[in-house]
């Protein structure tokens, strides 16, 4: 749809819970040191390579996005450093394994850069959560991303993910070019 007109859809931010979240991944909050391993804690998958646990300095991005991302291959943990407020769309995970693909089920399924197939997430499916204080958020593997985004000129965050993700394990989906759709956040 380039050069078309651009649709501008407004989502209404959920704040991110345990239960508002648990279709996209976990909210991880903060828990008793002495407190043993378990359901809420964040359950990994970094089995794919390398783990990359590194501090992520984002400036101006507005509350508003119009391509989203997914990684195929592992799980990613994102958290601002100082329990600011950011917000985060997400669509759930469309990796179709080679089972589904031979299933004629009428769905649209691309072949990513990367070698996996997915089906591109429908923009009834988009969400936006708002993440406030000392918590962060795991992404289930291929769950759909757009953000972080944040209302602060710069902010800091914590992202764990494999030290080659966004080289081999990046792929997008525009929504302005395929539908000619951007998203706006209302908080």
Request: with cysteine; proline share 4%; hydrophobic share 35%.
């Amino acid at each position: 749809m380039e050069g078309g007109n651009i649709k501008t859809v407004t989502l209404k931010a959920i704040e991110a819970t345990p239960s508002t979240f648990k279709d996209y991944g976990q909210v991880i909050e903060a828990s008793p040191d002495n407190q043993k391993f378990g359901p809420h804690d964040a359950q990994l998958d970094l089995s794919q390579g390398i783990p990359r646990f590194y501090i992520m300095h984002l400036e101006n991005l507005a509350l508003k996005f119009s391509s989203i991302t997914h990684h195929a291959n592992v799980t990613q943990c994102l958290g601002s450093i100082g329990g600011h407020v950011w917000y985060l769309g997400v669509a759930k995970p469309s990796v179709v394994d080679s089972n589904e693909i031979k299933d004629n089920t009428g769905k649209r399924i691309v072949q990513s850069r990367s070698g996996h197939s997915y089906v591109p997430p429908d923009i009834e499916d988009v969400q936006v959560f708002k993440v406030s204080g000392s918590k962060f958020l795991k992404l289930n593997r291929g769950t759909w991303h757009a953000g972080p985004l944040f209302e602060a000129d710069s902010m800091d965050f914590y992202n764990l993910e494999l030290s080659n993700t966004n080289v081999i394990d990046h792929t997008t989906h525009n929504f302005k070019k395929d539908n000619g759709v951007t998203f706006v956040i209302d908080d």
